[in-house]
């Protein structure tokens, strides 16, 4: 954790975020190849972080 607080992996809030991140990466790995712009809305919801994605340009 960021914070400098102790990690408890029992913790509900903990366990919460997981499993919500968990459904989420489930429906992510649920969509097709060529929803680019639905995938990566996905991926910056998750991860928090906005990406770039590169290689699929043919689609």
Not at 16 to 25: H, N, P, S, T, V
Not at 38 to 56: A, N, P, Q, S
């Amino acid at each position: 954790m960021h914070t400098g607080e102790l990690y408890l992996p029992n913790d509900d809030e903990i366990i919460q975020d997981q499993i919500k991140k968990l459904d989420r990466l489930y429906d992510f790995n649920m969509t097709r190849p060529t929803q680019l712009d639905k995938r990566k809305e996905m991926l910056k919801e998750i991860l928090h972080y906005d990406i770039r994605v590169e290689g699929m340009s043919g689609f």
